[in-house]
């Protein structure tokens, strides 16, 4: 079973990092593309970044929103995917998803984990 | 960007009736769209992909349809399960974006 499970969100101060993790189980981590997706409160979805595999020199891509700020990276060999984000703002508040790319040609997602929420607050 | 406009934004429907939803880019897409449902305090889950391709486990009741610009999610018959909010999403270009949701609500 594809099982993608979050940690790290919490309560940070503006201007602040945190780093959020995403376990991956139940498939062959590393031969997919994986994307991070946010939801403010009571808002809809917004795209935030992907990292494609080892084939494709884990290049990544980011919403303009977020570009400069955080850095999505992965460990195949532990099935980790990381969202490292920098100089924190409160509009980056909301729940953090991680999800799979269904395949390398088109980035639909087919498994999302429960999300991990972020607050920046002061 | 592309811009992708969902209307209804919300819609009051029954169980059994026939719900459609539409999805408008304002470039085109070819069939880089998908379908999404989230229930309240719950991920996404893929209901459609490539425009009109069932995502596997999802009930065929659901059906995508259109390319280029416009497109369309039909719900033939709706069951208790299918109320939540739908989105699309574009796959052409990045940022990939999604459209502002269209929330079903039982009538």
């Known amino acids: 079973e594809v099982q993608l499970v979050e940690s790290g969100g919490g309560l940070v101060q503006p201007g602040g990092s945190l780093r959020l993790s995403c376990a991956a189980s139940?498939?062959?981590?590393?031969?997919?593309?994986m994307d991070w997706v946010r939801q403010a409160p009571g808002k809809g979805l917004e795209w935030v970044g992907r990292?494609?595999?080892?084939?494709?020199?884990?290049?990544?891509e980011y919403a303009a929103s977020v570009k400069g700020r955080f850095t999505i990276s992965r460990d195949d060999s532990r099935n980790f995917l990381y969202l490292q984000m920098n100089s924190l703002k409160t509009e980056d508040t909301a729940v953090y998803y991680c999800?799979?790319?269904?395949?390398?040609?088109?980035?639909?997602?087919?498994?999302w984990g429960q999300g991990t929420l972020v607050t920046v607050s002061s | 960007d592309i811009q992708m406009t969902q209307s209804p934004s919300s819609v009051s429907a029954s169980v059994g009736d026939r719900v459609t939803i539409t999805c408008r880019a304002n470039q085109g897409l070819s069939s880089r769209l998908a379908w999404y449902l989230q229930r309240p305090r719950k991920a996404p889950k893929l209901l459609i992909y490539d425009a009109s391709s069932l995502q596997s486990g999802v009930p065929s009741r659901f059906s995508g349809s259109g390319s280029g610009t416009d497109f369309t999610l039909t719900i033939s018959s709706l069951q208790p399960e299918d109320f939540g909010t739908y989105y699309c999403?574009?796959?052409?270009?990045?940022?990939?974006?999604f459209g502002g949701g269209t929330k079903v609500e039982v009538k």
């Open positions: 990292i494609r595999d080892k084939g494709n020199s884990y290049t990544t």
């Open positions: 139940g498939f062959t981590f590393s031969d997919h593309y």
């Open positions: 999403q574009q796959a052409k270009t990045f940022p990939l974006t």
């Open positions: 999800a799979r790319d269904l395949r390398e040609s088109a980035a639909f997602f087919d498994y």
